[in-house]
């Protein structure tokens, strides 16, 4: 523990000189939503210029801050000033903010957005102010954006493996304790007590026992996971090694979607520094504790992030799940009491065992402690990453910190594939395990998508049993052939050919699956049909009835137009167009033919996009077909 | 190919869990999971032909068919979808001539769809090769594609 206590004296020094910096420092946020913005070529010019300018100035990959609708970020410490944020950077605005900052020494007001001092700088408000960070509790993400993920003294700098440090002096025993009195519930879902499954594995007797850690995250939609895994690696790592600790593996395995290469790269990183630094393999800082970690990749199965999925996966089996018990606590990977626990139960572990659970008692509310990040998008103004207090509201995650919808807001959906989508009448239900349930919802791994009036919820739910059902590994009938019929009843709605009944039969054949299925994927996956047959039924009926798809979603139901008013004539749709629908001459209003059009968007876009052009297509609904 | 195979295998037990490893790593070395690496598995972890066609079917990842030059991966994943994906999707069959899951004739492009990329704060997003592009448009997409040989 002492050669670990060295390099932490080291690490803080080395940071001190960060915060204290005596040459500019330029941070880049790149995790894969920054480089999917453009930060890898933001990276490479800000080098140019510094190059070119023959400046002495260093470049930080940092992970992602949260706001990802902001993407690109860019930050500048210079030294003696707080460091300052500026948003949406594009090259041309990065070299005016790089000459502003760099070589003239001021910040670039116009492009910043925030500084992270703790007051105005230079009518700069701090960043931690700003509406969509304000109402935020950090713990899981608190260092992420701040630190650069691939350097483990800058973990070490703020307290990282203390948390372990601090276990390592407790008996394992106490340690579950102590997880036990924080309340924590597991992240990955079904909010199940973390310190009960640990107490049925550590009293569980066996050799060889296993720690997982699910990092599949399938919820298409979210991606709190990758986002933690990428912007603070460590603290997950960490996580699972107090994990290991309190139920006794002296083996981690991290279980992570293929889909995620850069996160998968930063975990081979995080575990080749681990090693120098005596926190991997035997006697970690000279206790008795053993503990080792592997990385397997997953292989594009949703149903594999259940539990005994993953297990059979990891046996380098199909990925089905099995009955339960035997409980993977008793009987796991390999025959051996195994826990699995999710990217971000994990990565709360360290700060609870750094600061106690009386300190973490302190957020949520009681029966629902502590912290939950989600991940905010769909037809939001702010979409991002963010953390909150359970208990927190829907319309204060919503309207304060995601800024509001744009149009008026229709309906948010929780819990992914397994949730449930919900209507303005809950906007006040607070975000926790038992009030998203009693909505017939539930809170998921954190997936919140906004809907506004232009989502269809029929064309959702839709989707959802579409995905569900091939996601769908075949071994129960309820499930393999259930949400088969499910999706094609919802196809007929969706193509307004849907008749009365089929809304009765869609809620038997929902509740029979529920009932009927094996495993957590079959017994939610109907949720996203029945909670919009409940909410939303008008817009079921208005679908059957009148052919009619008031979101103008749904092709069957809709028809493009151009309004000869608005038309310029700029013929810009007629070149877009792929099938020679769109004809006139130039500067005359043009002509649309319907029975041409396949809908595919290209005119509307054009129309909006193009200068010169009128805003005149418009996408209609059709109306009750003869 | 035996040799390569070969240099693959010494990086892995012989135990059935390493099977899907394996597969991920003939894969990426050969871009696809041929016939005759199937038979070399079969061999050395002692498992049946059916069996690993039976584990590696189930896995979306895994492919049987030799990939074009570029892969073009459109995400329809929630945020995606209700940011339009579909038409993306829907834009890309037409203008590629193939639907998803199959190789243009010229061998150019590969598509397939994906649920979820992770960069859903973006959407919708399209990935090529390893490349990621956000907030797409059909028009934006078009142009795009011409980049790729
Ligand atoms: C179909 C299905 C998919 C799941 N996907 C995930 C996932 O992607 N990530 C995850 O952590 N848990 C997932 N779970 C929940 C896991 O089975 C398990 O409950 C969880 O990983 C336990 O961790 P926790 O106690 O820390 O929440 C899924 C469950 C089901 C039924
Ligand atoms: S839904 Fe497309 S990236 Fe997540």
Redesign the interface.
């Given at each position: 523990m002492n050669k670990l206590k060295k390099k932490i004296t080291s690490a803080k020094k080395k940071w001190e000189g960060i915060e204290n910096n005596k040459e500019p420092i330029v941070y880049i946020g790149a995790a894969s939503c920054g480089r999917a913005a453009g930060a890898l070529e933001l990276i490479a010019e800000t080098e140019k210029f510094i190059k070119e300018n023959n400046i002495s100035a260093k470049v930080i990959q940092v992970g992602c801050i949260g706001p990802c609708y902001l993407e690109p970020l860019v930050d500048i410490k210079m030294p003696g000033q707080p460091r300052v944020s500026y948003s949406n950077v594009n090259v041309r605005t990065l070299n005016n903010i790089l000459k502003s900052q760099l070589l003239e020494g001021v910040p670039f007001i116009k492009a910043a957005i925030g500084n992270f001092g703790n007051s105005d700088f230079n009518g700069i408000p701090p960043f931690y102010e700003l509406p969509m960070l304000k109402p935020q509790v950090r713990i899981v993400l608190r260092n992420c954006g701040l630190i650069d993920p691939e350097d483990i003294d800058q973990y070490l700098a703020m307290e990282g493996y203390q948390g372990l440090m601090n276990a390592l002096q407790m008996s394992p025993e106490d340690v579950i304790g102590v997880v036990r009195q924080a309340g924590i519930r597991g992240r990955g879902g079904a909010g199940f007590p973390t310190f009960k499954k640990w107490t049925v594995c550590r009293n569980t007797p066996g050799e060889q026992k296993y720690l997982i850690c699910n990092a599949d995250e399938g919820d298409p939609g979210a991606f709190m996971n990758r986002s933690l895994i990428e912007s603070d690696t460590h603290a997950v790592l960490e996580g699972m090694m107090i994990a290991g600790y309190a139920i006794g593996a002296s083996k981690g395995i991290v279980y992570i979607r293929a889909e995620y290469p850069l996160a998968i790269e930063r975990l081979r990183t995080a575990i080749k520094q681990m090693k120098e630094y005596g926190l991997f393999g035997k006697n970690i800082l000279g206790s008795t504790f053993n503990f080792d970690i592997t990385i397997k990749e997953g292989a594009g199965a949703f149903v594999c992030g259940e539990e005994t999925a993953l297990i059979a996966s990891i046996e380098g089996k199909r990925g089905m799940p099995r009955s339960r018990p035997p409980f993977p606590a008793i009987s796991g990977l390999f025959g051996c009491p195994t826990i699995i626990n999710n990217v971000e139960t994990l990565g709360t572990l360290p700060n609870i065992l750094r600061n106690g659970a009386e300190w973490y008692n302190k957020f949520g509310k009681e029966g629902n402690r502590g912290t939950k990040t989600f991940s905010l998008v769909g037809k939001i103004r702010r979409t991002g990453l963010i953390e909150v207090q359970l208990g927190t509201t829907l319309r204060e995650i919503i309207f304060d910190i995601g800024g509001g919808v744009q149009k008026p807001f229709k309906a948010i959906q929780t819990g992914g594939p397994s949730g449930g989508c919900l209507s303005e009448e809950f906007l006040d239900l607070a975000v926790d395990y038992e009030s998203l349930a009693s909505a017939g919802s539930i809170m998921g791994s954190g997936g919140l998508i906004i809907m506004d009036e232009d989502t269809c919820v029929v064309d959702v739910a839709k989707y959802f049993l579409d995905f569900t059902q091939k996601e769908s590994c075949g071994k129960c009938i309820p499930c393999r052939v259930g949400t088969r019929h499910m999706v094609e009843i919802l196809e007929r709605i969706t193509h307004g050919e849907g008749v009365p009944e089929d809304l009765l039969t869609l809620r038997t054949l929902g509740d029979t699956i529920k009932k009927g299925s094996l495993c957590g994927l079959g017994q939610t996956a109907p949720n996203p049909v029945l909670t919009t047959l409940r909410y939303f039924r008008n817009e079921y009926l208005e679908h059957i009835k009148d052919g009619l798809c008031r979101a103008v979603v749904c092709k069957d139901l809709i028809e493009y137009r151009v309004i000869k008013e608005k038309c310029t004539g700029c013929q810009s749709c007629v070149k877009a167009c792929p099938t020679g629908a769109i004809s006139g001459p130039r500067s005359e209003p043009h002509n649309l033919d319907k029975t041409k059009c396949i809908k595919c968007r290209s005119c509307y876009e054009v129309c909006r996009f193009e200068a010169i052009a009128g805003d005149a297509i418009v996408i209609r609904t059709a109306g009750k077909r003869s | 190919m035996p040799e390569v195979i070969e240099v693959i295998f010494e990086k892995y037990q012989r135990?059935?869990?390493?099977?899907?490893?394996i597969?991920?790593n003939v894969q990426r070395e050969f871009g696809y999971i041929t016939p005759e690496s199937v038979k070399h598995i079969s061999r050395y972890l002692r498992i049946s032909e059916n069996q690993i066609f039976?584990?590696s079917s189930?896995?979306?990842?895994?492919r049987f068919t030799a990939p074009g030059r570029h892969s073009v991966k459109a995400c329809?994943?929630?945020?995606?979808?209700?940011?339009?994906g579909a038409?993306l999707l829907?834009?890309l069959e037409?203008?590629l001539g193939i639907s998803c899951g199959e190789t243009t004739p010229d061998r150019r492009f590969d598509l397939e769809r994906?649920?979820?990329?992770?960069?859903?704060?973006?959407?919708p997003?399209v990935q090529i090769d390893?490349d990621?592009?956000?907030r797409m448009?059909?028009?934006k997409l078009?142009e795009l594609l011409k980049q790729y040989e």
């Amino acid at each position: 523990m002492n050669k670990l206590k060295k390099k932490i004296t080291s690490a803080k020094k080395k940071w001190e000189g960060i915060e204290n910096n005596k040459e500019p420092i330029v941070y880049i946020g790149a995790a894969s939503c920054g480089r999917a913005a453009g930060a890898l070529e933001l990276i490479a010019e800000t080098e140019k210029f510094i190059k070119e300018n023959n400046i002495s100035a260093k470049v930080i990959q940092v992970g992602c801050i949260g706001p990802c609708y902001l993407e690109p970020l860019v930050d500048i410490k210079m030294p003696g000033q707080p460091r300052v944020s500026y948003s949406n950077v594009n090259v041309r605005t990065l070299n005016n903010i790089l000459k502003s900052q760099l070589l003239e020494g001021v910040p670039f007001i116009k492009a910043a957005i925030g500084n992270f001092g703790n007051s105005d700088f230079n009518g700069i408000p701090p960043f931690y102010e700003l509406p969509m960070l304000k109402p935020q509790v950090r713990i899981v993400l608190r260092n992420c954006g701040l630190i650069d993920p691939e350097d483990i003294d800058q973990y070490l700098a703020m307290e990282g493996y203390q948390g372990l440090m601090n276990a390592l002096q407790m008996s394992p025993e106490d340690v579950i304790g102590v997880v036990r009195q924080a309340g924590i519930r597991g992240r990955g879902g079904a909010g199940f007590p973390t310190f009960k499954k640990w107490t049925v594995c550590r009293n569980t007797p066996g050799e060889q026992k296993y720690l997982i850690c699910n990092a599949d995250e399938g919820d298409p939609g979210a991606f709190m996971n990758r986002s933690l895994i990428e912007s603070d690696t460590h603290a997950v790592l960490e996580g699972m090694m107090i994990a290991g600790y309190a139920i006794g593996a002296s083996k981690g395995i991290v279980y992570i979607r293929a889909e995620y290469p850069l996160a998968i790269e930063r975990l081979r990183t995080a575990i080749k520094q681990m090693k120098e630094y005596g926190l991997f393999g035997k006697n970690i800082l000279g206790s008795t504790f053993n503990f080792d970690i592997t990385i397997k990749e997953g292989a594009g199965a949703f149903v594999c992030g259940e539990e005994t999925a993953l297990i059979a996966s990891i046996e380098g089996k199909r990925g089905m799940p099995r009955s339960r018990p035997p409980f993977p606590a008793i009987s796991g990977l390999f025959g051996c009491p195994t826990i699995i626990n999710n990217v971000e139960t994990l990565g709360t572990l360290p700060n609870i065992l750094r600061n106690g659970a009386e300190w973490y008692n302190k957020f949520g509310k009681e029966g629902n402690r502590g912290t939950k990040t989600f991940s905010l998008v769909g037809k939001i103004r702010r979409t991002g990453l963010i953390e909150v207090q359970l208990g927190t509201t829907l319309r204060e995650i919503i309207f304060d910190i995601g800024g509001g919808v744009q149009k008026p807001f229709k309906a948010i959906q929780t819990g992914g594939p397994s949730g449930g989508c919900l209507s303005e009448e809950f906007l006040d239900l607070a975000v926790d395990y038992e009030s998203l349930a009693s909505a017939g919802s539930i809170m998921g791994s954190g997936g919140l998508i906004i809907m506004d009036e232009d989502t269809c919820v029929v064309d959702v739910a839709k989707y959802f049993l579409d995905f569900t059902q091939k996601e769908s590994c075949g071994k129960c009938i309820p499930c393999r052939v259930g949400t088969r019929h499910m999706v094609e009843i919802l196809e007929r709605i969706t193509h307004g050919e849907g008749v009365p009944e089929d809304l009765l039969t869609l809620r038997t054949l929902g509740d029979t699956i529920k009932k009927g299925s094996l495993c957590g994927l079959g017994q939610t996956a109907p949720n996203p049909v029945l909670t919009t047959l409940r909410y939303f039924r008008n817009e079921y009926l208005e679908h059957i009835k009148d052919g009619l798809c008031r979101a103008v979603v749904c092709k069957d139901l809709i028809e493009y137009r151009v309004i000869k008013e608005k038309c310029t004539g700029c013929q810009s749709c007629v070149k877009a167009c792929p099938t020679g629908a769109i004809s006139g001459p130039r500067s005359e209003p043009h002509n649309l033919d319907k029975t041409k059009c396949i809908k595919c968007r290209s005119c509307y876009e054009v129309c909006r996009f193009e200068a010169i052009a009128g805003d005149a297509i418009v996408i209609r609904t059709a109306g009750k077909r003869s | 190919m035996p040799e390569v195979i070969e240099v693959i295998f010494e990086k892995y037990q012989r135990k059935p869990d390493q099977l899907i490893p394996i597969l991920q790593n003939v894969q990426r070395e050969f871009g696809y999971i041929t016939p005759e690496s199937v038979k070399h598995i079969s061999r050395y972890l002692r498992i049946s032909e059916n069996q690993i066609f039976g584990v590696s079917s189930f896995y979306a990842q895994f492919r049987f068919t030799a990939p074009g030059r570029h892969s073009v991966k459109a995400c329809l994943g929630t945020a995606c979808h209700v940011r339009g994906g579909a038409t993306l999707l829907e834009m890309l069959e037409r203008e590629l001539g193939i639907s998803c899951g199959e190789t243009t004739p010229d061998r150019r492009f590969d598509l397939e769809r994906v649920a979820c990329l992770g960069c859903c704060a973006l959407s919708p997003v399209v990935q090529i090769d390893a490349d990621i592009y956000s907030r797409m448009t059909v028009n934006k997409l078009s142009e795009l594609l011409k980049q790729y040989e």
